[in-house]
């Protein structure tokens, strides 16, 4: 299951995080976002233990929004080692997610 990032947890829930992290930056009007829930959930079960993924509600958390630059949702960010090492903009197919994915591994 998707793990909920807030302004209030992101740096210890990811930037502090020893495992790769996905973070999807939604919103609930955004239809595109909507679509890339279920792929987001199906990939935290598949990468359960070797990869943290969750969500950032960007009308809810603006500080962590806006930190890290989000204009444009669904974006798509990859931690490594509390840094950015990936993303993507949009709703992106599993398979492309996937290879993201795997190259932080």
Known sequence: MAVEFTDSNFEKEVL??????LVDFWAEWCGPCRMLGP?????AKEYA???????????????VSSKFGIRSIPALLMFKN?????Q????????VI????????
């Open 16 to 21: 502090k995080c020893t495992l790769p992290v």
């Open 39 to 43: 792929t987001i959930e199906e990939l």
């Open 49 to 63: 233990g070797k990869v943290k993924i969750g969500k950032v509600n960007v009308d809810e958390n603006p500080g």
């Open 82 to 86: 509390g840094s950015v090492a990936g």
């Open 88 to 95: 993507m903009i949009g709703a992106q197919p599993k398979t």
């Open 98 to 105: 996937k290879n993201q994915l795997d190259t932080l591994l």
